[in-house]
């Protein structure tokens, strides 16, 4: 029989990329999407899977939706990806990112509970949950949490619920406690996208700064495209478990303007950047590192793609997609 899977934020970072997986393993891709008028397919089609995936509504916030679907579906596997996910907006918005981060994944889990208890699933927890917890500079399974941000409060919730049915109804549930992991299709707000983008404007003369919070704040940055095979593979195991992933390097945010800068031909970033107070943080996490030992022996895990390489590929991107998007301008001109 072909497995299904329930991909919740399809239209998200991660989303397509996982489903791309997924489809090449032979799934059936179901891809939650919310209500919108115009819904912005733009990652799915930068991967060229727009149109083999069967979309469903729901939202992370509507009980009845959720409900709905997990009776109707009865998927194999669930990955709940959706999240209001940037930090910065969560001190913004804290209780729509704990209502949908939080709240959303019980009302998930109680429909997998109540409707499908042998659905696997995969819950999308973050290394924000560590905050400023660690262990000899490095944060595995085993470190205390210390969020630091309404975003991150909210996934130590979502953690923790996804333990508990794991443990009271033995639902098969787990937790990937991944650390920041980017691409092409990032979000345009978060840091390094923000970067790559900018450098890529300012390359092709249509920018001249780039406004930032924090040049020092170090994280340990893979590539989206290989995140999600952990996820996948957390749920081919014989038990549920949790798992950091992550590439078990750190970086500052500097150290991405300079390389990215370098890779456009730039000299002189720090003509172009600027520190911008609106950007800083309330409260900030200094260095995120991973220890992915248990995810590499157990799940045979490991990053492909370098700190270095990623940076060129986001840069590369950023400037192929803006000359092509001049071109069709000029041509309709
Ligand atoms: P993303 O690009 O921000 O995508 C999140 C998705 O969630 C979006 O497609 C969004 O839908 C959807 N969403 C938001 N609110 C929703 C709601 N109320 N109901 C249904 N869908 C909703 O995030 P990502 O980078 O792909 O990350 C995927 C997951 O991993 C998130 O849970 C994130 O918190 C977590 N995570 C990410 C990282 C990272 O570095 N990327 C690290 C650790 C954990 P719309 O498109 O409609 O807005």
Not at 27 to 34: A, D, E, L, S
Not at 46 to 61: A, H, P, R, S
Not at 157 to 177: K, L, M, P, S
Not at 210 to 216: D, V
């Amino acid at each position: 029989m072909k497995k299904t899977a329930l991909i919740t934020g399809i239209l998200g970072q991660d989303g397509p990329y996982l489903a791309r997986l997924l489809l090449e393993k032979d799934y059936k891709v179901y891809g939650m999407i919310r209500r919108y008028s115009n819904p912005n397919f733009e990652n799915l089609d930068y991967l060229g899977i727009t149109d083999k995936i069967e979309y469903v509504e729901g939202d992370m916030t509507d009980q009845s939706s959720l409900l709905n679907l997990i009776k109707t579906i009865k998927p194999t596997e669930v990955y709940n990806l959706a999240a209001q996910s940037f930090v910065g907006a969560s001190f913004e918005q804290p209780i729509l990112t704990t209502e949908v981060n939080s709240l959303g994944v019980l009302y998930l889990l109680e429909a997998i509970r109540m409707f499908s208890p042998t659905t696997k699933f995969y819950q999308a927890s973050t290394s924000e949950m560590f905050g400023l917890s660690n262990k000899n500079g490095y944060q595995d399974e085993t470190t205390p949490f210390h969020p630091r941000s309404p975003y991150g409060v909210s996934k130590v919730y979502a953690y923790w619920i996804t333990v508990n049915y794991r443990e009271a109804y033995r639902i098969f549930a787990c937790n990937g406690i991944l650390f920041n992991h980017e691409s092409p299709i990032r979000g345009k707000q978060f840091v390094t996208r923000k970067i790559s983008y900018g450098v890529a404007k300012i390359k092709l003369g249509l920018a001249n700064e780039i406004r930032l919070g924090a040049l020092e704040p170090r994280r340990d940055w893979g590539f989206a495209g290989d995140y999600v095979e952990a996820m996948h593979l957390m749920l081919q195991q014989e038990e549920p478990d949790d798992y950091v992933v992550g590439t078990g390097e750190s970086h500052s945010v500097k150290e991405f303007v300079e390389l990215a800068f370098k890779y456009a031909g730039i000299d002189n970033w720090q003509k172009y950047v600027k520190i911008d107070p609106r950007f800083k943080r309330p409260a900030e996490i200094y260095d995120l590192k991973a220890d992915p030992k248990k995810a590499m022996e157990k799940l045979g895990w490991k990053p492909k793609v370098s700190f270095k390489e990623l940076v060129r590929m986001m840069v590369d991107e950023d400037i192929k997609r803006l000359k092509e998007e001049l071109n069709a301008k000029r041509k309709k001109a």
